[in-house]
């Protein structure tokens, strides 16, 4: 990135409020239960940002000249929203990353799409067509025409609020404010590097010509979710066995992160591809990972105790590839601790360790109520935060297909088959309950339920997680649940 770059973007009048909003914020400013500023704070921000606002506030949330700085600042890490207060953190990036993080934030709160791209989409298309020279003198136009065949066009109309069937206005709207675009709706210097970022950002497609080899690399750096999608593309001209083989025999010399990347879109075609795993049991390196899925199946020789090993390891590695350290912490840990590695994984093991010396974990206590039933029926279950949302499944009891809303994106089990619906193995309960308040709806057999977090609390040494505290009259016993949960063994919070 140029220095010419960064110092447009330390100009830019929207990075400005952003940390005008950051400075405010300073050693702390309490915040609602949604994570947003209170009313009564809303004048004072409003002073330091120059902007005007109505009498009455209901929340800081529909003031969007103070609600869309405070996204941006969030999302650059200028500032960091907890449960009762928002805090500064120190500016570590340069400015115009700063800038692109604050944009990207405000297009995600903009996007209503499960994958939060709608907005995102609309405005790369903007500036595409604008930097092309719009068809016709036309800007909607050329824009209809790039988004045709956009997987993520039909999340347009759904983005900035979703009032207009084709919010064109809006997005050229924020994108001048961000000074993408100046106000003869020319694409700035800071748009086009925009734009540039974007486009290195976006998978590299997918084609049935690619070698296998080609294909994991470019599928390991995706969630799971996503690059089976992609790995549908490669495999329109190919029986799932036989693309299932090559891909297996392309993992045996491959890195952890891109083998584990092959297996779990094979995993992803079920009994069909049974033959292939099998054939794989004859690869060294692949062979834990075929006689763990052929053990799913009741065939195969089994795991010995250094297979399994290994295997964690592999997962562990791909988790901290794919998405950082802790991600591979938690993973470790779900699976036995350290002494679950192999042993010769002993960078692995001290950088884990290193990392459990500085965490520190919560249990949430959550409120389950079920939707439509009067008098309400409810329970309270208090669980570690740091649980996916399928082992949050079992201690809900679920039973057959079920999945999860949150925020727009819905959850579920793979087994089930995913569609267009995240992995809920693949999602942290702390990363979508963010805060006392937030909440996330569960469907099992036709039935809604709420869960909301209530508290999050410190764990006590001496008690059991997950367990449940207390429940409506009339509902089924706290001693009663106890029972089932005692099945779900997880590793104690108190001791990480």
């Known amino acids: 990135m140029s220095t010419g770059i960064s110092t447009l973007a330390s100009q830019c009048p929207a990075l400005s409020r ?19 500023l209170r009313p009564a704070d809303v004048p004072s921000v409003a002073g330091v ?44 990036d340069d400015p115009a990353q700063l800038w692109l993080k604050g944009l990207d934030a405000v297009l995600r709160a903009e996007s209503a799409d499960p994958r939060r791209r709608g907005a995102h989409a609309l405005c790369r298309a903007v500036l595409t067509a604008l930097v092309n020279g719009p068809l016709l003198d036309d800007l909607g136009f050329s824009v209809h025409r790039l988004l045709k065949g956009d997987e993520d066009a039909g999340a347009v109309p759904v983005s900035f609020g979703g009032v207009e069937p ?27 590097w925009a734009l540039d970022e974007w486009a290195a950002r976006e998978p590299r497609p997918v084609t049935p010509d690619l070698r296998a080899t080609q294909l994991l690399g470019r599928l390991a750096p995706l969630p799971a979710d996503e690059a ?15 693309g299932a083989a090559q891909l297996l025999h392309a993992a045996e ?37 075929a006689a763990a899925m052929l053990e799913m199946w009741d065939e195969g020789p089994g795991l010995s105790e250094a297979e399994r090993r290994r295997l964690v390891t592999e997962y562990a590695l791909s988790a901290r590839e794919r998405s950082g350290v802790e991600e591979a912490y938690h993973y470790v840990r779900d699976r036995g601790g350290l002494d679950a590695l192999e ?27 079920v939707a439509g039933r009067k008098p309400p029926r409810w329970w309270r279950l208090v669980i ?37 619906d995240r992995d809920e193995h693949d999602v942290r309960l702390s990363h979508v309950l963010v805060r006392p308040g937030t909440a996330v709806r569960f469907f099992s057999n036709g039935v809604e339920h709420s869960v909301t977090c209530e508290k999050i609390l410190d764990p006590d040494p001496k008690a059991k997680y997950p367990r449940c505290t207390g429940a409506a009259k009339g509902a089924e016993s706290a001693g009663s649940r106890n029972r089932r949960l005692s099945a779900l063994r997880l590793p104690h919070p108190a001791h990480p």
């Open 49 to 92: 940002l120059g902007v005007e606002v109505g009498e009455k506030v209901r929340s800081a949330a529909d003031v969007v000249p103070i609600h869309r700085p405070w996204v941006a600042a969030e999302g650059a890490g200028l500032i960091e929203v907890g449960v009762a207060e928002a805090v500064a953190r120190p500016a570590d």
């Open 228 to 242: 089976w999608r992609q790995a549908q593309r490669w495999f329109e001209d190919r029986r799932p066995v036989d």
């Open 18 to 36: 952003t940390r005008a909003l950051a400075t405010w914020v300073g050693s702390g400013r309490p915040v609602t239960a949604q994570g947003v």
């Open 343 to 369: 042993p010769e994984a002993t960078a692995l093991r001290r950088e884990l360790r290193a990392f459990a010396a500085s965490v520190r974990l919560h249990v949430y206590q959550l409120k389950v109520t």
């Open 253 to 289: 010399f491959t890195s952890p992160v891109e083998r584990v990347a092959a297996i779990e879109v094979v995993a992803g075609f079920g009994a069909e591809v049974l033959p292939a795993w099998h054939s794989a049991l004859s690869h060294r390196n692949v062979r834990p990972h």
């Open 384 to 420: 570690p935060a740091s649980v996916t949302l399928g082992v949050l499944a079992e201690a809900l009891d679920a039973d057959g297909e079920h999945h999860f809303e949150a925020d727009g994106v819905r959850y579920a089990d793979p087994f089930s088959g995913l569609g267009e």
């Open 166 to 192: 084709f919010p064109l206005g809006a997005a050229v709207d924020v994108l001048t404010e961000f000074g993408a675009l100046d106000g003869h709706r020319e694409v700035t210097p800071l748009g086009q």
